[in-house]
């Protein structure tokens, strides 16, 4: 079975200050890993994905995440967040695309960014 | 090319009562999964379906269920209603040859009275 933790569920830091989001997992296979963001009153955005290949993986708008196997992690970061980063960030895994293809999500973290 | 559509976007229902949500994938997906959102449960999967087939399911009652069209389109209904069913029905479609991208509509907003 896999499951997702999300170290934090809530994150307040200054704009333009650097900021990382915790995600840890546990799979007994081969994992795909994934960040999503959610804006209020909104459906969950694709921010990044690892799949496979190099373990340090970007999103247009400046996050990276980086898949480390042996510490079974896959933490978000940002340089500097501007105000707009505001939203709730989840973690989640999935064994891959056939059989096993649901995803399990991480009970979110919420990044408040204050001006 | 056009998005997950979710319908309705926002749906009050009274307790004992039925409900359909609908959702339409990306054109080209197969699958499409569908989950719940609450502030206490967080992200709950629900089922997934692929060319027609419950392929997945989540640890949920009999009360839920769904279904899958020929067009990939796909519905989910609850019956007998319960309050803790209020929440936000998110939809995701993805497809293999789309580089693995799960892609969620705006979700339907449920709210039970």
């Known amino acids: 079975a896999q499951s997702v933790t999300q170290l934090d569920s809530q994150v307040p830091v200054f704009e333009e200050a650097p900021v990382e989001l915790r995600c840890n997992y546990s799979?007994?296979?081969?994992?795909?890993l994934f960040w999503y963001v959610q804006y209020p009153n909104q459906g969950l955005q694709l921010l990044l994905k690892?799949?496979?290949?190099?373990?340090l993986v970007e999103s247009i708008n400046g996050f990276e995440a980086e898949f480390n196997k042996s510490q079974t992690s896959f933490h978000l970061r940002k340089p500097s967040v501007h105000i707009s980063d505001t939203a709730e960030y989840f973690c989640?895994?999935?064994?891959?695309?056939?059989?096993?293809?649901?995803?399990?999500f991480g009970s979110g973290t919420r990044l408040s960014i204050r001006p | 090319k056009a998005g997950v559509t979710q319908t309705p976007r926002y749906l009050i229902k009274t307790r004992g009562q039925q409900v359909t949500l609908s959702c339409s994938p990306i054109?080209?997906?197969?699958?499409v999964s569908w989950y719940q959102q609450t502030p206490g449960q967080g992200l709950q999967f629900l089922f997934e379906?692929?060319?027609?087939?419950?392929?997945n399911k989540g640890n949920f009652p009999g009360r839920f269920s769904g279904r899958q069209f020929s067009n990939s389109r796909s519905e989910m209904n609850v019956s007998t209603l319960e309050l803790g069913d209020s929440a936000l029905y998110l939809c995701?479609?993805?497809?293999?040859?789309?580089?693995?991208?799960?892609?969620f509509g705006s979700g339907t907003r449920l709210t039970v009275v």
């Open positions: 995701a479609s993805s497809s293999a040859t789309d580089n693995y991208g799960y892609t």
């Open positions: 799979s007994s296979v081969s994992v795909y």
């Open positions: 690892y799949l496979s290949g190099s373990t």
């Open positions: 989640a895994v999935s064994g891959g695309y056939s059989s096993a293809s649901k995803i399990i």
């Open positions: 054109s080209g997906h197969r699958s």
């Open positions: 379906y692929f060319s027609e087939t419950q392929r």
